[in-house]
């Protein structure tokens, strides 16, 4: 567990500052990463693709494919920096289906995720019910729903490739 600093916050812009600093530091990537952690992760990752699972990656998004993603999703959550619900998506698929589609297609596309649809608000939940210091808060981040239906779309296309190379 880090070391709970002393600094005390006298004004927001104090408080803010504190909590910017010590998430900053908290989730900081390490300076150097040693061969031996670069080898560990990417043995993770196929050597390569054959040619038929590179195409069953690089085919269109289709509309059943969006929509069972939305199916998978995890439901009743707080809406999102966006205003709109999972269940939003869900209930009006048949008009907006196509859009939605869309856009997640654009967005493999480009290879970039559309600015609007890439914002994502972090949260700092309390572990304990008079925190006193920034250790005892979990930060959690809120990001748009178009953004985590094209995140599942990628995943879910990826995780056959990648859970053939696990070595149990």
């Not at 970039?112 to 008079?130: E, G, Q, R, V």
Request: hydrophobic content about 40%; some cysteine.
């Amino acid at each position: 567990m880090k070391e709970a600093t002393s600094e005390l916050a006298r004004s927001f812009d104090d408080l803010a500052s504190l909590g910017v600093n010590y998430f900053k530091n908290l989730f900081k990537a390490p300076e150097e990463v040693s061969i031996v952690e670069v080898i560990r992760v990417t043995q993770f990752f196929p050597r390569f693709i054959e040619e038929e699972g590179n195409d069953s990656i690089m085919e269109p998004v289709s509309k059943e494919e969006v929509e069972d993603i939305l199916k998978l999703m995890q439901k009743d959550k707080i809406p999102n920096p966006d205003g709109w619900t999972l269940e939003f998506f869900q209930h009006f698929f048949e008009f907006i289906g196509d859009e939605l589609v869309t856009i997640v297609e654009d967005s493999r596309h480009i290879r970039s995720i559309y600015h609007p649809f890439n914002a994502t608000f972090l949260a700092l939940i309390p572990k304990s019910d008079l925190p006193g210091s920034f250790d005892e808060f979990r930060p959690i981040s809120l990001c748009t729903c178009v953004y985590k239906i094209t995140a599942k779309v990628i995943a879910s296309r990826l995780k056959p490739f990648l859970l053939s190379n696990l070595a149990f």
